[in-house]
């Protein structure tokens, strides 16, 4: 990793835009090179490799497969979302939920629609959809973990939340660790006319998984718009119909 100063831009990534995988259980949009899908002028910004917008189909879902040395944040925005891993975690994670899980030195896990297993009862029809982002940890080999957290009286207050963060800045915060003190992500959800103030950073993503806002500067952006900022930030995005943002603020990016 490393950390330098850049010319200040704000480069607006439109929905249609992304990566897509479409298979009969999952509708996958990809803003980084992701599985078979590359460009060599697009596999990350700051220390972000990916940010998956998934909708998975009830009972079905990603059967058990491995990670190593990543740092991986989940946030459901619909549904439930069954997380279960060699390390013996398993948990139903829903909206509000933030969740992440360090790879480290090796990890095996599935993620899947179907809570009823877990839970008990009746199948339900419900898709999840879910955002899934990894980040690049400060260093290869530590051991697997894993961490969840209830942040949904944060989001109700309104505001930027930090989600989850390795940054010295939120030590103490009501957000989950993450083992780069480089990032940390935020999210809020936004009324109309309700609006946050970008932190400022080298390196900014914007993303938003729903709804409409207008980004100071650079006019509107719908659901599935992201924006990568560099050298910049302190915008206000505003709301123009009930929405929700993440945002990662970076200090340090890969090597090109």
């Given amino acids: 990793m490393t950390t330098f100063p850049q010319t200040p831009t704000v480069d607006v990534r439109r929905a249609d835009e992304r990566f897509v995988t479409g298979i009969s259980w999952l509708d996958s949009k ?6 078979g899908h590359y460009d060599a002028a697009n596999t990350h910004h700051g220390v972000l490799l990916v940010n998956n917008d998934d909708i998975v189909r009830p009972g079905s879902g990603f059967d058990t497969h491995p990670h190593r040395d990543m740092e991986i ?22 909206p509000g939920l933030a969740q992440r899980m360090s790879a480290g030195t090796g990890i095996l896990h599935s993620e899947k629609n ?22 690049v940890p400060d260093e290869a080999g530590i051991v697997p973990g894993y961490e969840q957290l209830e942040i949904e009286d944060e989001l109700l207050a309104g505001g930027l939340v930090p989600v989850a963060s390795g ?3 939120h030590d103490g915060a009501s957000a989950i660790r993450i083992k780069n003190r480089h990032a940390a992500l935020h999210a809020a959800r936004l009324r109309p006319g309700q609006s946050v103030q970008l932190p400022e950073a080298p390196f900014l993503h914007l993303f938003v ?3 409409t806002v207008d980004l100071e500067g650079a006019g509107t952006l719908g659901t599935g718009d992201a924006v990568r ?7 206000r995005v505003t709301a123009t119909e009930p929405a929700e943002v993440l945002v990662w603020e970076m200090h340090a990016a890969l090597a090109a």
Avoid at 124 to 133: A, K, R, S, T
Avoid at 229 to 235: P, S
């Fill in 30 to 35: 990809h803003s980084f090179s992701f599985g």
């Fill in 73 to 94: 944040v989940t946030w459901v925005l619909q549904g439930s979302l069954v997380h279960q891993d060699s390390e013996g975690h398993n948990g139903v994670i829903y």
């Fill in 114 to 135: 179907d809570s009823w297993r877990l839970r008990g009862g009746d199948a339900h029809d419900e898709p999840v959809h879910f955002v899934q982002m990894w980040v």
């Fill in 167 to 169: 940054m010295a800045a």
């Fill in 209 to 211: 998984p729903r709804g």
């Fill in 229 to 235: 900022f560099t050298a910049t930030g302190g915008q």
